[in-house]
């Protein structure tokens, strides 16, 4: 599935955005393909999923990000094509 949310006639990325626990229960998929506008950050584009789903605002500030198998900070400047993943905290395991 495609979130696609044009802004006026500005120039656009496309970004594929790998979904992990609660953030793929709240879409019901494990990943995405979305269009933004170019500028956009990793931390912005998080805020644009919590805005779909306000269930999730509880988890943003525990988050971390990740671009192309890096850990980045919120500011980091999505580039198109970038894989693009958020990382909620985990628990779990054998004891």
Request: aromatic share 6%; with cysteine.
């Amino acid at each position: 599935m495609s979130i696609d949310h044009p802004i006026s006639a500005s120039p656009s990325i496309q970004v594929t955005l790998k979904l992990f626990s609660i953030y793929q229960d709240a879409y019901g998929q494990p990943e995405q393909i979305i269009k933004c506008p170019v500028g956009t950050t990793v931390g912005k584009l998080c805020d644009r999923l919590i805005a779909e789903h306000p269930s999730l605002l509880m988890w943003r500030s525990v988050t971390r990000f990740g671009i192309n198998l890096d850990f980045v900070p919120e500011e980091t400047v999505l580039k198109d094509g970038d894989e693009v993943v958020l990382i909620p905290p985990v628990s779990g395991g054998a004891a």
